[in-house]
């Protein structure tokens, strides 16, 4: 059974920076690519940032390209969203999730609140 598990959320000043991380357990972490999506109050879930199972390869939603990073670390099985810049509008609840093949898995972590205050 895969988990997921997030965490590093909390309320941020505009400016500010936070580390979301999310630890999975179940199946071959190397193996599988991860993503990060939130849902902001209100609206759908939304892509954020994938990253390849090698590291190598990573995409990043239009709206936050050039302020955060996406990143992993193999060896401890965990994923972690660098969020630089935050802006009010990046409040949301962020979820980690893992691909299966082509496709995103329906595996999903709890969630972690990331609140941005101007």
């Known amino acids: 059974q895969v988990q997921l598990v997030e965490s590093g959320g909390g309320l941020v000043q505009a400016g500010g920076s936070l580390r979301l991380s999310c630890t999975a357990s179940g199946r071959t972490f190397s193996s599988y690519g991860m993503g990060w999506f939130r849902q902001p109050p209100g609206k759908e879930r939304e892509f954020v940032a994938s990253i390849s199972g090698s590291g190598g390869s990573t995409y990043y939603a239009d709206s936050v390209k050039g302020r955060f990073t996406i990143s992993r670390d193999n060896a401890k099985n965990t994923v972690y969203l660098q969020m630089n810049s935050l802006k009010p509008e990046d409040t949301a609840v962020y979820f980690c999730?893992?691909?299966?093949?082509?496709?995103?898995?329906?595996?999903w972590g709890q969630g972690t609140q990331v609140t941005v205050s101007s």
């Open positions: 999730t893992q691909a299966d093949g082509i496709k995103w898995s329906d595996y």
